[in-house]
């Protein structure tokens, strides 16, 4: 099968095309023909060798976490799913990805597209969709009526959060550069801070969560914004504990747990029309095509999710 791989750590162009052997299902697991995948900034902290010591991969490694496609084989053991159905998934980190024509994931983390979402919008759902989700749900706990600072609300996680949140009947705002503030009202945020214009920590107050998309000085800057006992849940870096017992808050760090329950809870939303992916920008299934694409991952500036067209 064709697929994109990188055979050393380093730039974008480490990613060459290769052909490797078609997978295998496990007894536990289902065979995906892949039809749409996407790119997130694991995928290109990974290539630059960023995290290898936690992820010591063998190359060549096929790098990608998101997969949209038609299971073409069941294992032994699997009874959710057959053969045509239409799933996603973010299967678990393996050194074989997503950039390739086939995967193989765990029946336990696929979910089935609805009827009403092709495979790019899919695609654009799993690693960004389910980390918004659990931000939110799991580690912030956010309830009804309560407020919530969504940071980078145009990138891939930032939409999804703004959009879950708003279905928990939270009250939403987020920061975004000019050009994506009606943008991200019509998505249903409550109110959008101009980063380029104002101080969100000078505008907003008494929040009771804040979902840390950039960490660095706006994590730090994110604390004055929180109300007594709120909570900072950051997806980048682990947050200041010290920090946090001054303030009377809490702030956690939290890395993806793939899970199929609640991607068919995000599909359910999707079927029901209350979330919708937003695909910026799509890419064709080439080395090219994926230089491009890490290389505008790379510049956090993308809109919504930068998607891989895989054409079988």
């Known amino acids: 099968m064709k697929a994109i791989v990188i055979e050393h750590y380093g730039d974008e162009e480490e990613l060459k095309e290769n052909e490797l052997a078609k997978p295998e299902p496990e007894a536990d697991e289902v065979l995906i023909e892949i039809k ?12 630059y060798g960023y995290l290898k010591e936690k992820f010591p991969f063998e190359f060549p490694i096929v790098l990608g976490w998101d997969a949209a496609g038609i299971i073409e084989k069941v294992g032994e053991n699997v009874d959710a799913f057959q053969k045509g159905d239409r799933v996603f998934v973010r299967p678990e980190l393996t050194n074989r990805g997503t950039y390739a024509e086939y995967t193989t ?3 336990e983390l696929v979910a089935k597209i609805p009827d009403n979402i092709n495979f790019k919008e899919a695609a654009a759902v799993p690693l960004a969709g389910l980390t918004a989700y659990q931000t939110l749900v799991d580690v912030g706990n956010l309830d009804s009526g309560e407020k919530v600072l969504i940071h980078a609300g145009a990138g891939g996680v930032g939409n ?5 949140a708003k279905n928990l009947g939270a009250y939403v705002a987020t920061t975004a550069s000019t050009k994506n503030v ?3 009202k019509s998505l249903g945020a409550d109110e959008v801070i101009d980063y380029t214009k104002d101080d969100f920590s000078q505008e907003l107050e008494d929040y009771d969560l804040v979902v840390d998309t950039l960490g660095g000085e706006v994590q730090e800057r994110s604390f004055d914004v ?14 200041d504990q010290e920090k946090t017992e001054k303030l009377g808050v809490e702030a956690k760090f939290h890395w993806l747990i793939p899970d199929g329950k609640e ?9 029901k029309e209350n979330l919708k992916p937003v695909v910026g920008t799509v890419f064709p299934f080439t080395a090219q095509g994926l230089k491009d694409a890490h290389e505008l991952s ?4 993308a809109r919504g999710k930068i998607v891989i067209k895989i054409d079988q």
Request: hydrophobic share 50%.
């Open 160 to 164: 999804f959060a703004i959009q879950i």
């Open 226 to 239: 929180l109300k007594k006992g709120g909570k900072l849940v950051s997806i980048v870096k682990e947050p």
């Open 36 to 47: 749409a995948a996407a790119v997130n900034p694991i995928d290109w902290k990974l290539r």
């Open 263 to 271: 991607l068919a809870s995000l599909a359910e939303m999707m079927k």
């Open 105 to 107: 994931a765990k029946a």
């Open 298 to 301: 790379e510049t956090h500036h």
């Open 182 to 184: 009606e943008f991200l």
